[in-house]
C-alpha cells in the first residue's frame, strides 16, 4: 500500500513538472506579448524622459564602459569575417569600452524571429533593408530613441543618398541605418572582350548600342557572349529594365502592384531575347550562370557584387556597371543596414556609437564586396585604390531602386512574377502579358491582405 | 495476465475507499507513461494547439492581432479566389506526384535487398551496416551530397556523363530529371530502414516452412512468393505505410536540392506550408492545411489496413 502511494506521489509529481513544462512553453507565447506591448508603451515615455539626460551627455562617453554589444547578420560568407574583423578591431581601439560581438546567422529572419519569441534578442542586427518594415511590424526591432539618433549627429542624413537613408524610415519611427547598398554588377572576361576585338566597358553603363554590338561581337568570335539564368538572376534583370523602360512594380505607395505595363512585358521580352539569342543554357538555383562565367565559357555574367570577392581572384576578371538598355537608368540593388533590437537606452547608446565608428571607416567593408553607403566614403577617391571592382559599380547606387517600405511586400511581389519569369525563360510559357496580367492579380490580393493584417 | 487480474480483487475484496486502488493495476499505466509523457507534450498537445491557431489568423510576434476567423482558413484550401488556393493544390498534386515516384521502390527495393542481406554469405554484417548508414545522416547532408552530385555546371554525374559524350541533362531545374533526382537522393538516404524492418521480419519466418516448401517442389522464386511474401504480410502493410507518410512529408530534400523548382513543380505541401507559415507569417492558414493535410494521411493509413490488413494472423 505504502508502495503504491509512493507510486502515485511520483506520477503526480511527474504530471505536476510536466505541466508547468507545458506551461512554461505557452507561458512563452503570453510572455512574448507582455514584453513587446508594454515596453513600446514604456519606451516612448523612456525616450520622451531621456533626451535631455541624454543631450547633456551628448554622445559616446566612458558613462557606457562595460556595454557588450551583440550583433546578428545574414554575412555568412567571406563578407561575414570582414566583419568580425571590424568588430573586433573597434572593441579594441574604442575609447568608451564597448565590446562588440559579431554573430553570423543564415536564415536570420527565422533566427530573429524564434529569438523574439523566447525573448532572446542580440543588441542588433544587420538587416536587409527590405526586411525592416515587416521585422518593425512584427515587434522584433526597436525604433531608435532621439538620444541614440543624437549621436549619429544633425547632419546624418545629406551623408547618404536619399533612396538608402529614406528606405531606413517606417511608420514615423527611424529603424535601420545604411550600412552598404548591393548594385547588380557586370562582370565580363578581359580575354574573351580582346579576343573579339572589343574595347573593355568603362564605369559608365554602356548603351544598348554598344552592349548589343558587344554581344553580337563576341559571338561573332565563336564566345557565349553571356549567360543568363533563372531564378535570382532572371527576376533582378528583369525589376532593373522594368524601371529602365519607365515601369515599376509598384505605385510609390507600395499599395499598388503595377508589373503588368507595357515596360514590364517589354522587360521581360528583352530578359527574354538576351537568353534567347546569347546565352548557353542555363537554369535553376545556386547561381550556375556565374559557374559558367567563372569557368571561362561566357564573356559576360551581371549578378549581385557578393561574387566579387571571388571573381576578382580570376586574373581575366573585369567590372562593370549594369548597361543602360532603356530611357533611364537604373539598377537593381539592396541595402544592408543597421537596426536595433533592443529599447535598452544604454544597450542603444553603445549601440550607435558602434554603427557610428563602423559607417565612418566603411572604406573597409568595401573589401568585403559591398559599396558603401555613406557619401564621403563611396565618393573618396581611396575606395578605388582599396578595392577598384567596387569604384567601377559605386557610381550606379543612386539608381538603385529600392521598394516602398511596406510589411512583406518584397514577398508578395516576387512570389508571383518570379514564376512568370522563370516560366518565360524556360520557354514554358510564350503570353507574355496574360503572365504578368494573372500574377499582378494575385500580387495584389496579396498586398490588399497584408495591409489589413498590418494596418495602413 | 488474466489470472493475476482476477485473482487480485479477491485477495483485497476489503470494503473502503482506499481499496479501490488496488482493485485498479497501475501497472501497464506505468509501462506506457514514459512514452506517454513525450507523446503529450510532443504530438498531442501541438496538435491540439495546432487546431486551435488554425482557427486563427495567427502571427505568433504580433498577439496585438490575432483575428478569430473559424473555418476560414480551411475554407480557403477549397476556394478558387483564395491566395492559397492555386499554390495549395498545385503542392498536393506535387506530393501526390512524388508519392508515385517514390513509394514502389523504396519498398520493393528494401525487400529485395533484404532478402539478399537474409542470405548466408561472408561479410553479410558489413553489407547491412552499409545499407543502413546512409540512414543515420541529416537530411541536410544527405540533400547537400547529392545537390553536388546532380547540380548541372561541374556535377558528379553531368561530369561522366560529358567524358561518355552523352547528353547532360539539368538534373535540378528540369522535369521530370528533378523528381528522379530527388528520389535517388531519397531512396540512397531512406531504403537502410525499410530494409532492416524487412529483414528483421525475414529472420522471423521459421525455416520450417521453407523446408516444408522445398519438400513439396517449390523453387527459390515459389517460395519468395508463397513463403516469404505471405508471412510478410503485416510488416509489408506496415512498411507502405510508414513509407507513404515520410513520403507525403517530403521537405528537406526539394528544399536544399531543388528550392521547389523547376516552376514550383517540386514544391510539396509540407514546403508550402514552410512558406505559408514561416515565411509569410501565416500561422493559422499553415496549420489549417497541416490539418488538412494530417487528415489525409490518416485516411490513407486506414484504407491501407483495410485493404491490405485483411486476414492477418496477428
Known amino acids: 500500500m505504502k508502495a503504491q502511494n509512493r507510486w502515485i506521489f511520483l506520477i503526480a509529481t511527474l504530471l505536476l513538472v510536466i505541466l508547468i513544462a507545458a506551461c512554461g512553453g505557452s507561458g512563452e507565447e503570453t510572455a512574448v506579448s507582455e514584453p513587446d506591448t508594454s515596453p513600446t508603451t514604456q519606451d516612448t515615455e523612456e525616450v520622451n524622459e531621456n533626451p535631455e539626460e541624454v543631450d547633456a551627455v551628448g554622445q559616446c562617453t566612458d558613462a557606457l564602459s562595460g556595454q557588450v554589444v551583440e550583433m546578428w547578420s545574414p554575412l555568412t560568407g567571406p563578407d561575414g569575417d570582414e566583419m568580425s574583423g571590424l568588430a573586433v578591431r573597434f572593441s579594441e581601439e574604442n575609447p568608451y569600452g564597448i565590446t562588440v560581438n559579431h554573430v553570423a546567422q543564415p536564415e536570420y529572419v527565422q533566427k530573429l524571429n524564434t529569438a523574439a519569441a523566447a525573448d532572446q534578442l542580440p543588441t542588433m542586427t544587420v538587416v536587409r533593408v527590405i526586411n525592416v518594415a515587416e521585422l518593425a511590424e512584427r515587434n522584433v526591432l526597436s525604433p531608435m530613441s532621439a538620444a541614440t539618433l543624437a549621436v549619429f549627429g544633425d547632419g546624418i542624413a545629406s551623408e547618404f543618398p536619399a533612396n538608402v537613408w529614406d528606405a531606413g524610415q517606417y511608420a514615423g519611427e527611424r529603424y535601420s541605418f545604411p550600412l552598404d547598398m548591393h548594385p547588380l554588377v557586370m562582370y565580363y572576361n578581359k580575354d574573351l572582350f580582346a579576343q573579339a576585338g572589343l574595347e573593355e566597358p568603362g564605369t559608365t553603363p554602356m548603351t544598348r548600342e554598344e552592349f548589343e554590338q558587344a554581344l553580337q561581337a563576341l559571338a561573332d568570335s565563336g564566345v557565349e557572349p553571356i549567360a543568363i539564368g533563372t531564378a535570382f538572376q532572371g527576376a533582378t534583370l528583369f525589376q532593373s529594365f522594368i524601371q529602365q523602360f519607365g515601369g515599376s512594380l509598384t505605385d510609390e505607395a507600395g499599395t499598388q502592384a503595377t508589373f503588368d505595363s507595357e515596360a514590364a512585358a517589354e522587360a521581360l521580352a528583352y530578359v527574354n531575347s538576351l537568353k534567347q539569342q546569347y546565352s548557353p543554357e542555363i537554369s535553376g538555383g545556386g547561381d550556375p550562370e556565374v559557374n559558367v562565367f567563372k569557368q571561362g565559357n561566357a564573356a559576360i555574367v551581371i549578378h549581385g557584387p557578393w561574387h566579387i570577392s571571388d571573381i576578382q581572384k580570376l586574373p581575366f576578371a573585369g567590372f562593370a556597371p549594369l548597361p543602360q538598355v532603356g530611357e533611364q537608368y537604373a539598377v537593381w540593388g539592396g541595402s544592408h543596414q543597421l537596426a536595433l533590437t533592443t529599447d535598452d537606452p544604454e544597450q542603444q547608446l553603445a549601440a550607435a556609437c558602434w554603427i557610428s565608428w563602423l559607417s565612418e571607416n566603411s572604406i573597409d567593408w568595401a573589401k568585403a564586396g559591398q559599396v558603401p553607403a555613406r557619401n564621403s566614403v563611396r565618393l573618396s577617391p581611396e575606395l578605388a585604390e582599396v578595392a577598384a571592382p567596387i569604384a567601377a559599380v559605386a557610381p550606379t547606387t543612386d539608381s538603385v531602386v529600392i521598394l516602398p517600405q511596406v510589411a512583406e511586400l518584397e514577398g508578395a511581389l516576387w512570389g508571383q512574377f518570379g514564376p512568370v519569369v522563370d516560366a518565360v525563360l524556360m520557354g514554358e510559357m510564350s503570353d507574355v502579358e496574360a503572365g504578368l496580367a494573372d500574377a499582378v492579380g494575385k500580387s495584389q490580393q496579396i498586398i490588399d491582405e497584408n495591409k489589413e493584417r498590418y494596418g495602413g | ?314
Open chain 2, 1 to 314: 495476465m488474466t489470472e493475476i487480474a482476477k485473482s487480485q480483487p479477491e485477495d483485497s475484496r476489503i470494503p473502503g475507499a482506499v481499496q479501490r486502488w488496488q482493485r485498479f493495476n497501475m501497472t501497464p499505466y506505468l509501462f506506457i507513461l514514459p512514452h506517454l509523457i513525450f507523446f503529450s507534450a510532443f504530438l498531442a498537445w501541438p496538435f491540439a494547439y495546432g487546431l486551435y491557431i488554425s482557427l486563427f489568423e495567427f502571427d505568433f510576434l504580433r498577439p496585438e492581432y490575432r483575428p478569430f476567423v473559424g473555418l476560414e482558413n480551411y475554407l480557403n484550401l477549397f476556394n478558387r479566389g483564395s491566395i492559397q488556393f492555386d499554390d495549395f493544390w498545385r503542392a498536393m498534386g506535387n506530393t501526390g506526384e512524388f508519392l508515385l515516384w517514390s513509394v514502389p521502390p523504396l519498398v520493393i527495393l528494401a525487400l529485395l535487398l533484404a532478402v539478399l542481406l537474409n542470405g548466408r554469405f561472408r561479410g553479410r554484417t558489413i553489407f547491412r551496416t552499409i545499407y543502413f548508414a546512409p540512414y543515420a545522416l541529416s537530411v541536410t547532408v544527405a540533400a547537400v551530397l547529392w545537390w553536388w552530385i546532380f547540380q548541372s555546371q561541374g556535377g558528379l554525374i553531368n561530369h561522366y556523363l560529358e567524358q561518355l559524350g552523352w547528353p547532360t541533362p539539368n538534373w535540378l531545374s528540369s522535369m521530370p530529371e528533378a523528381w528522379i533526382a530527388i528520389t535517388i537522393a531519397t531512396i540512397w538516404w531512406t531504403i537502410g530502414f525499410n530494409t532492416v524492418i524487412f529483414l528483421a521480419a525475414l529472420q522471423e519466418i521459421p525455416s520450417s516452412l521453407y523446408e516444408a516448401a522445398a519438400i513439396d517442389g517449390a523453387g527459390p522464386s515459389q517460395q519468395f512468393w508463397y513463403v516469404t511474401i505471405p508471412m510478410l504480410r503485416p510488416v509489408l502493410v506496415f512498411v507502405i505505410t510508414i513509407t507513404l507518410i515520410a513520403s507525403a512529408n517530403l521537405f528537406g530534400q526539394p528544399f536544399l536540392m531543388t528550392g521547389g523548382g523547376p516552376l514550383q513543380q517540386t514544391e510539396t505541401v509540407i514546403y508550402r506550408i514552410y512558406i505559408e507559415g514561416i515565411l509569410r507569417n501565416q500561422m493559422g492558414s499553415a496549420s489549417a492545411m497541416s490539418i488538412f493535410m494530417a487528415a489525409i494521411l490518416i485516411t490513407l493509413t486506414a484504407l491501407n489496413f483495410k485493404l491490405f490488413g485483411q486476414n492477418t494472423q496477428r
